[in-house]
Structure formats: C-alpha cells, structure tokens
C-alpha cells in the first residue's frame, strides 16, 4: 500500500495504473513443406499467450482489471538481426497492492509506457524507496540470469 493525503491525514492506499507492453514476434523458417507464418501474426500469437498467461497466473499483490489487444501490431526492421520484426502492443489495467509490485511489469523487456490512475499525489520514504530500489535490483538481476541461460542454449 501506498501512503496518500486525504485531508489532514494519511491514509493507505492502492495503486491503480496502465502499463503499455509490445510482445515482438521474429520470422521463423517453417518446418518441411510448410511455410513459415507472418512475423505480424507471430507477434499476436505471443501477444495473446502472454495476456492469457498473466490473466490466469495469480500474483500476489496484482489485480489485472481489464486488457486491450485490439492494437494492430507494427513492424519495423530490426538492424542487428537483419529482418523485419513485428510488435503486438497490449495495454493492461491493473490495481497494485505497492510499487514493488509494479516493477515486475516496468522491468520487462515488453515494457514500453506506464501510466498512474489512482492515487493522484503518493507519499514516498526513504524505507519505501530503498524496498523499490531494492525490488528493481532483485528483478534486474533475475532477468540477467534468464537471458544468460538464454544465450546458452
């Protein structure tokens, strides 16, 4: 919970925001006879796992309230890889018990915009931001350890 002025006291509250994430769907050779699909549709296919995964995936402290997928997904070309890459934006409404709990959404790698809806003025202490601080290391240092793995394989 969040600390807010309400009148002359401070009271706990939660936060309510909207987080923009881009799911990226890269060009994969089809197997055998079959051709391969769209990077557009691949983009909304990881889009709509993603979005299914998160609405059925309890999180402690996050409420998805509602989703939109209806956003085209865009394509641009990527210059390291040399090809076209496509992105499939979906925008998420979500209520957080704290900030801690947002950083697993700002931290992603989908992450592109975030806006706050309620509370409109927090109160932040030093104790609250060193545990923000603190959650965006911890998650920094996880997502490190996913793509080492990753480039591994």
Not at 30 to 55: D, N
Not at 77 to 100: H, N, R, W
Request: no cysteine.
């Amino acid at each position: 919970m969040v600390k807010i002025m309400l009148g002359d006291e401070v009271v706990q509250s939660k936060i309510r925001f909207k987080v923009r994430l881009d799911f990226r769907g890269e060009y994969k050779p089809g197997r055998f006879l079959f051709g391969s699909r769209p990077v557009e549709q691949v983009a909304q296919m990881i889009r709509e796992e993603q979005v299914t995964l998160l609405k059925n995936m309890p999180m402690q402290g996050i409420i998805l309230e509602d989703y939109d997928i209806s956003a085209e997904p865009y394509v641009i070309f990527d210059d390291l890889i040399g090809e076209k890459v496509a992105y499939a934006p979906a925008i998420l409404t979500i209520t957080a018990d704290s900030i801690e709990d947002m950083v697993k959404f700002i931290m992603r790698e989908e992450f592109r915009k975030i806006e706050i809806l309620e509370p409109p003025q927090m109160i932040i202490t030093n104790k609250d931001l060193e545990r923000i601080l603190f959650k965006m290391g911890e998650e920094f240092r996880s997502q490190l350890i996913y793509f080492a793995k990753r480039l591994k394989k």
